[in-house]
């Protein structure tokens, strides 16, 4: 049970803790930013004997991934077993306290050295007035005294100040010795009740995520285990396959669903850590198989274009459970769940309660039970017309881009692959997102089209960047896949490549863009029904709400409690 206990530390025995390096700063805290004005109204209050605020330091003997000092300085590292204070709230100001009474040269923001030696008493000046300053031009040397100078004490150089001089520096020291710095300590807290309550101190900045959080509680020196140095790896290591976008948010809903079947931020905070660890290289060996049957199976050749990054989710599951690839009626099984969350919004709200109905599901398939769905799917050519218009950030958009990426799309020049890269589909506006009748074709030779028809996923094919810039631009279809005919016989199957029939049956030669739509939607229904085991509750819904890719947002706001 976490404890709150007020305290109050003497100025000397702050200083002694850091020295010691007992006093750290957690790695979810910002940078030191205050400089020398900052620091000099801190100690101006303390020399007046005004309140500064309360610190508050969480006393723990957990090991977290911290390798922050105060003001980032060559400081101690704590032995094994003793505890350390964590700053919660009060980092700025201890910062400046003990770089001031130090007269250390801390680098801000990992740029600006700043000489907190240069932190000056008046000692002409009354309470009245700033008394601690950091502009001593025109000043009598022996009317001001540096802070650092006031308390190492030098006895030769106090001599060579006035008696009254040497009066004052005896009060101001005086008053510092016996300042009182409040302080609450936090004890006997887990790392997400210290996080916690530093978010909520920290209401105006940002919050502390769910990863965030799992970072810090599972850092382990004794087994090398960093969770953010993990991520970063698995990242890495998916980069040759092109599935570095996955969210550090789907790998903690993968490893707490293999773990318990509930990937709530309220459970994921419950997993203890050496569970985590210890369960940390299935998880991924997991997830690595499921990329590899996404990109060989269904073949999505990068991770972008993955209707939801939380489908990885329970075909992670399946493989932890499995360990091989499905067949028969088990993959065909698989194959529809897929298409069906991908067509019918499944994960466009509540993930974590859906992805919770869906692991059961996969035990069923495994099992070879019967599988019942919550919603239903509709693959006709009218439903894509209504529900078409082109956003990448639709789940929806997304399944009918892979299944255009799994045909292998040939360039319509030579037939080379068209190459797929995540860098390449961030957004609509992406060279490699061609509209195959141009909009600027299209607005000049259609003025009375509507927007919708014109962005519409039927309208767009998959090709490599030069091509869409510099050869095909707002040229019309008949003159540039024309064009394209005399270098390439075989245009046919380039276009074949991209789902669209031959120029002469689908409106290409003639420009005949209402054709071309018509005859495209129909080819994009075939192949979605050739994907999904079509029930008598699918294709009779009427609309499709909007959904975006929630699993991708940041971790906080991608966690239910």
């Not at 309470?127 to 001001?144: L, M, Q, R, W, Y």
């Not at 510092?176 to 710095?181: C, H, K, T, W």
């Not at 850092?219 to 285990?225: N, R």
């Not at 061609?434 to 003025?447: D, E, I, M, Y």
Request: with cysteine; net charge negative.
């Amino acid at each position: 049970m976490a404890t709150t206990t007020p305290s109050h530390y003497k100025y000397s025995e702050l200083i002694s803790e850091i020295e010691k390096g007992q006093v750290k700063i957690p790695q979810f805290q910002r940078e030191f930013v205050w400089d020398l004005k900052g620091s000099a109204r801190l100690l101006d209050s303390i020399f007046k004997n005004y309140p500064i605020g309360t610190f508050i330091f969480w006393r723990t003997n957990d090991r977290l991934r911290s390798i922050r000092n105060i003001g980032n300085l060559d400081l101690p590292e704590p032995r094994d077993g003793e505890f350390i204070t964590y700053v919660l709230d009060g980092q700025q100001r201890i910062t400046s306290l003990f770089a001031s009474l130090k007269g250390v040269k801390i680098k801000r923001d990992g740029k600006h050295e700043t000489d907190y030696s240069k932190i000056y008493i008046d000692l002409v000046s009354d309470e009245e007035n700033t008394v601690v300053i950091t502009d001593t031009e025109g000043f009598d040397a022996k009317s001001i005294i540096s802070v650092k100078d006031l308390i190492e004490q030098d006895f030769d150089l106090l001599a060579t100040y006035s008696k009254d001089m040497r009066e004052k520096i005896k009060q101001y020291r005086s008053t510092l010795e016996s300042y009182d710095f409040s302080v609450i300590e936090v004890k006997n807290a887990e790392i997400e009740v210290a996080t916690d309550i530093f978010t909520r101190i920290n209401v105006g900045g940002r919050s502390l995520s769910l990863f965030e959080i799992m970072v810090a509680k599972t850092y382990d020196i004794e087994k090398d285990f960093d969770l953010a140095q993990k991520y970063i790896e698995l990242l890495i290591s998916l980069a040759p396959s092109h599935y570095e976008t996955i969210s550090a948010a789907t790998v903690l809903q993968t490893l707490a669903m293999i773990y318990k079947k509930d990937c709530t931020r309220k459970e994921i905070l419950k997993i203890p850590k050496a569970d985590f660890i210890e369960m940390w290289d299935a998880t991924i060996d997991s997830i690595k198989a499921t990329i590899d049957y996404f990109r060989s199976y269904y073949r999505i050749p990068v991770s972008r274009l993955l209707p939801y990054n939380a489908l990885i989710v329970p075909f992670s599951y399946y493989f932890y459970k499995q360990k091989v690839k499905p067949t028969g009626e088990v993959q065909r099984r698989l194959e529809d769940f897929f298409w069906r969350a991908s067509l019918g919004a499944r994960y466009s709200s509540g993930v974590e309660s859906k992805l919770a109905s869906d692991i059961e599901k996969i035990e069923k398939f495994i099992k070879n039970e019967p599988v019942k769905y919550e919603w239903s799917i509709n693959t006709t050519a009218q439903f894509i017309e209504d529900n078409g218009y082109f956003r990448t950030g639709r789940s929806y958009i997304k399944a009918i881009l892979s299944i255009y990426a799994s045909l292998t799309p040939l360039s319509f020049d030579d037939n080379a692959k068209v190459t797929i890269d995540n860098s390449w589909l961030k957004i609509a506006s992406s060279k490699n997102y061609h509209h195959f009748f141009p909009k600027a074709f299209l607005k000049k030779t259609r003025k009375d089209i509507d927007e919708f028809y014109v962005n519409h996923i039927a309208n767009i094919t998959i090709v490599d960047d030069y091509l869409n810039k510099n050869k095909i631009r707002a040229k019309a279809p008949s003159k540039y896949i024309g064009a394209f005919s005399k270098d390439n016989p075989d245009i046919n199957n380039a276009l074949k490549t991209h789902l669209i029939g031959a120029p002469d049956k689908v409106g290409i030669v003639d420009d005949d863009y209402d054709k071309f739509f018509s005859k495209r939607i129909s080819l994009i229904s075939k192949e979605l029904e050739k994907r999904v085991i079509l029930t008598d509750a699918d294709n009779v819904i009427e609309g499709l709400d909007e959904d975006t890719e929630v699993d991708n947002i940041s971790d906080e706001e991608g966690f239910e409690e």
